[in-house]
Nanobody, 124 residues
Framework: VQLQASGGGLVQAGGSLRLSCAAS????????MGWFRQAPGQEREFVAA????????DYADSVKGRFTISRDNAKNTVYLQMNSLKPEDTAVYYC??????????????????WGQGTQVTVSS
C-alpha cells in the first residue's frame, strides 16, 4: 500500500489543523493505521493509532485530549485532527500502516508502510 500524507502547514499556537493520509489499493481496511512525528534532532515518536475499524484508538500522553485519529475506509483515508496546537507539536508528521489490523500499536517496527511526511509548524 502507498500512503500520501497532506494537510500540514504553519499555524499559530492554539490553532487547529487536520492531516489526511490517503492510501492506494483496495485493502486499506486490513491495516491498522498510525501517526508518528519527528522534530529536528529528535527520534521519531508515536502520536496516535487506530484499528482497522477505528473502534480502537491510542494516543501519546502529550496529545491526548487535543488530537483525534479517525478513518474512512470507503475513502481509503485516515485523519489526524489536531486542536489546541502548541509550539512543541512542530514536527514532520508521518502516517503508517500496520498489518496488526485489530489492535493498536505504538511500535514503529510493526508498521510496514510509511507515507512521505507532512510538515507542521506551530508558531508561538
Amino acid at each position: 500500500v502507498q500512503l500520501q500524507a497532506s494537510g500540514g502547514g504553519l499555524v499559530q499556537a492554539g490553532g487547529s489543523l487536520r492531516l489526511s493520509c490517503a492510501a492506494s489499493g483496495r485493502t486499506f481496511s486490513r491495516y491498522g493505521m498510525g501517526w508518528f512525528r519527528q522534530a529536528p534532532g529528535q527520534e521519531r515518536e508515536f502520536v496516535a493509532a487506530c484499528s482497522w475499524s477505528g473502534g480502537r484508538t491510542d494516543y501519546a500522553d502529550s496529545v491526548k485530549g487535543r488530537f483525534t485519529i479517525s478513518r474512512d475506509n470507503a475513502k481509503n483515508t485516515v485523519y489526524l485532527q489536531m486542536n489546541s496546537l502548541k509550539p512543541e507539536d512542530t514536527a514532520v508528521y508521518y502516517c503508517a500502516a500496520s498489518y496488526a489490523s485489530d489492535y493498536v500499536t505504538r511500535s514503529p517496527s510493526l508498521y510496514a508502510y510509511w507515507g512521505q511526511g507532512t510538515q507542521v509548524t506551530v508558531s508561538s
